[in-house]
C-alpha cells in the first residue's frame, strides 16, 4: 500500500508532509506535490502533516479521487524529489478546500 497526494493539496501544496518522510518518496510540481508508490513504505507520518488533510491511504481513498493514485504514480516519475519544508504559496489558504482543482494542476 501507498499513501496518495489528493485533489485538495492543488495550489494549496504545504510542504509539513515532506519534513517528516523518512524516504524522500514525495515529488514537486508547480503547484501540487506526489508521492511516488514505488518509494513510499507506509510508515503513515506524512498523513497528519498535511494541513489541508490532502493526503490518504491508498485503501482509504475517497472514490472521486481515486484517479489521483495513478497522476501520483505518473508525476513521480518526472517531478524531482523534495526533501525539505518551503513555504507554502501566498494564497494557499484561499485555495483549501476549493472543490473541482483538478483543472488548476499545472505540469
Given at each position: 500500500m501507498t499513501?496518495?497526494?489528493?485533489e485538495n493539496c492543488i495550489k494549496c501544496k504545504y510542504t509539513d508532509c515532506v519534513e517528516?518522510?523518512?524516504v524522500d518518496c514525495?515529488?514537486?510540481g508547480?503547484?501540487?506535490l506526489v508521492i511516488d508508490p514505488e518509494e513510499c513504505i507506509d510508515?503513515?507520518?506524512?498523513?497528519?502533516?498535511?494541513?489541508?488533510?490532502?493526503?490518504?491511504p491508498e485503501d482509504d481513498l475517497?472514490?472521486?479521487?481515486?484517479?489521483?493514485?495513478e497522476l501520483n504514480r505518473e508525476l513521480s516519475q518526472?517531478?524531482?524529489v523534495i526533501s525539505e519544508m518551503k513555504d507554502p504559496p501566498e494564497d494557499a489558504k484561499e485555495w483549501d478546500g476549493?472543490?473541482?482543482?483538478?483543472?488548476?494542476?499545472?505540469?
Amino acid at each position: 500500500m501507498t499513501f496518495v497526494v489528493t485533489e485538495n493539496c492543488i495550489k494549496c501544496k504545504y510542504t509539513d508532509c515532506v519534513e517528516v518522510c523518512p524516504v524522500d518518496c514525495f515529488h514537486e510540481g508547480p503547484n501540487f506535490l506526489v508521492i511516488d508508490p514505488e518509494e513510499c513504505i507506509d510508515c503513515t507520518l506524512c498523513e497528519p502533516e498535511c494541513p489541508a488533510e490532502a493526503i490518504y491511504p491508498e485503501d482509504d481513498l475517497p472514490s472521486d479521487q481515486l484517479q489521483f493514485l495513478e497522476l501520483n504514480r505518473e508525476l513521480s516519475q518526472e517531478w524531482p524529489v523534495i526533501s525539505e519544508m518551503k513555504d507554502p504559496p501566498e494564497d494557499a489558504k484561499e485555495w483549501d478546500g476549493v472543490p473541482d482543482k483538478l483543472k488548476h494542476l499545472e505540469r
